[in-house]
């Protein structure tokens, strides 16, 4: 067992659920659509995170809860976010033994491959619901939030190390 392991087996639920809800508070913010697509996806960011330290706790069930709260929240069809987020974590969450072995370049290509799968279905559930294209501009956020990972991943490292203290 590594220092980083032990360190999250210590993590308390409630910081848990507080980065969580955080994170439903920062997605379901307004935007301009023209800003929006720029945004990482907190819930998706902090969901993969959590499903890959701490699977016990977050897993398919709690996305697909945090989904159905995003969705609500935005006033998109309802189940959109929760099916393209459960896919998402299902990914990580099938490979999670490699991820975490890999360094955090591989990590983040894991982590784009897995919101990029997330994004193409959000596509496609707007595209039989409205039967328009959403744009290109949605591409750009799994990329932000995939070149944001090595730095989330070591700022909840950190808050997770400081509320241990």
């Given at each position: 067992?590594?220092?980083l392991?032990?360190?999250?087996?210590?993590?308390?639920k409630?910081?848990i659920?507080?980065?969580?809800?955080?994170?439903?508070?920062?997605?379901i913010?307004?935007?301009?659509?023209?800003?929006?697509?720029?945004f990482?996806?907190?819930?998706?960011?902090?969901a993969?995170?959590w499903?890959?330290?701490?699977?016990?706790?977050?897993?398919?069930?709690?996305?697909?809860?945090?989904g159905?709260?995003v969705?609500?929240?935005?006033?998109?069809?309802?189940?959109?976010?929760a099916?393209?987020?459960?896919?998402?974590?299902?990914?990580?969450?099938?490979?999670?033994?490699?991820i975490?072995?890999?360094?955090?370049?591989?990590?983040?290509l894991?982590i784009?491959v897995?919101?990029l799968?997330?994004?193409?279905?959000?596509?496609?559930?707007h595209f039989?619901?409205?039967?328009?294209?959403?744009?290109?501009?949605?591409?750009?956020?799994?990329?932000?939030?995939?070149?944001?990972?090595?730095?989330?991943?070591?700022?909840?490292?950190?808050?997770?190390?400081s509320?241990?203290?």
């Amino acid at each position: 067992m590594t220092e980083l392991d032990s360190l999250h087996r210590r993590t308390k639920k409630r910081f848990i659920i507080l980065s969580l809800v955080i994170a439903v508070l920062l997605d379901i913010i307004p935007f301009p659509q023209s800003v929006a697509g720029c945004f990482p996806d907190f819930v998706a960011i902090m969901a993969i995170y959590w499903s890959l330290f701490r699977p016990q706790y977050v897993g398919i069930g709690v996305a697909f809860i945090l989904g159905l709260i995003v969705d609500v929240g935005t006033g998109s069809p309802f189940g959109q976010h929760a099916l393209a987020l459960m896919a998402a974590v299902y990914v990580i969450d099938r490979n999670r033994l490699q991820i975490l072995g890999y360094s955090y370049g591989y990590q983040s290509l894991m982590i784009f491959v897995s919101l990029l799968l997330m994004t193409l279905i959000l596509i496609v559930v707007h595209f039989f619901a409205s039967h328009q294209f959403a744009g290109w501009s949605l591409f750009i956020a799994p990329v932000i939030s995939a070149l944001l990972w090595p730095l989330i991943s070591k700022l909840m490292l950190y808050l997770a190390y400081s509320r241990r203290l």
